[in-house]
């Protein structure tokens, strides 16, 4: 069994920052890419960033040049560094990953139960 967890989720102000951690545990043979998305109300949940597992981050231009995400793939985590927050950057993060718990199964999503991000103006 996959479990993912998040941390580092909270308040901050306009212009502020927070860091993102998310760790992967259990069953697990190969994760290939990691991803932060999130749901803002009133809105669809969406990509923010993501890490393939030999590829290079991608981002949202929403977010370019104030966001930077980064994985461990030794320890299985990945976090997302926040800057220069803005209240459109509000909503609950979630940590996705596409993994293979087996080498004889194919992949599948897994999702934390996201953390909250409050941005205020």
């Known amino acids: 069994q996959v479990r993912i967890e998040e941390s580092g989720g909270g308040m901050v102000q306009a212009g502020g920052a927070l860091k993102l951690s998310c760790v992967a545990s259990?069953?697990?043979?190969?994760?290939?890419?990691m991803s932060w998305y999130r749901h803002a109300p009133g809105k669809q949940r969406e990509l923010v960033a993501n890490v393939p597992s030999d590829g290079s981050p991608n981002y949202i231009d929403a977010v370019k040049g104030r966001f930077t995400i980064s994985r461990d793939n030794a320890k299985k985590t990945v976090s997302l560094q926040m800057n220069d927050l803005k209240p459109e950057d509000s909503g609950v993060y979630y940590c996705h990953i596409l993994a293979r718990a087996w080498a004889h199964l194919q992949e599948y999503d897994y999702w934390g139960q996201g953390t909250q991000v409050t941005v205020s103006p």
């Open positions: 259990g069953t697990i043979f190969s994760i290939n890419t």
